[in-house]
């Protein structure tokens, strides 16, 4: 079974830089995809950014040039850097992967990281 463990979240002021990071441990896995997914009062889960195995990034259209999805395959480790912070961004940022383990597929979360952004 695979852990994600999250840090970085905290407040910041309106314009400001955060920058995100999430380790996965465990044994006998293979991460395909990492990305980051947020939650903001009384909003659904939405996809922030993704990255692919093969290095191919997405981003959700309003973050487009301000957020940047990393990953590190030697660490087990997915990054985003977050400039020009609004406090719309204000969330609960939570880590996702989809691994390979004994052929199979399986999807992991963090426990989320508080992000405010304030005005």
């Known amino acids: 079974q695979v852990q994600l463990v999250e840090s970085g979240g905290g407040l910041v002021q309106a314009e400001g830089s955060r920058r995100l990071s999430c380790a996965a441990s465990?044994?006998?896995?293979?991460?395909?995809?990492m990305a980051w997914y947020r939650q903001g009062p009384g909003k659904q889960r939405e996809l922030v950014a993704r990255?692919?195995?093969?290095?191919?990034?997405r981003y959700l259209e309003s973050v487009k040039g301000r957020f940047t999805i990393s990953r590190d395959n030697a660490k087990n480790a997915v990054y985003l850097q977050m400039n020009s912070l609004k406090p719309e961004d204000t969330a609960v940022y939570y880590c996702?992967?989809?691994?390979?383990?004994?052929?199979?597929?399986?999807?992991?979360w963090g426990q989320g990281t508080q992000v405010t952004v304030s005005s």
């Open positions: 996702n992967i989809d691994y390979y383990s004994d052929s199979y597929y399986y999807t992991a």
């Open positions: 990255v692919d195995s093969d290095g191919t990034t």
């Open positions: 465990g044994s006998r896995f293979s991460i395909d995809t």
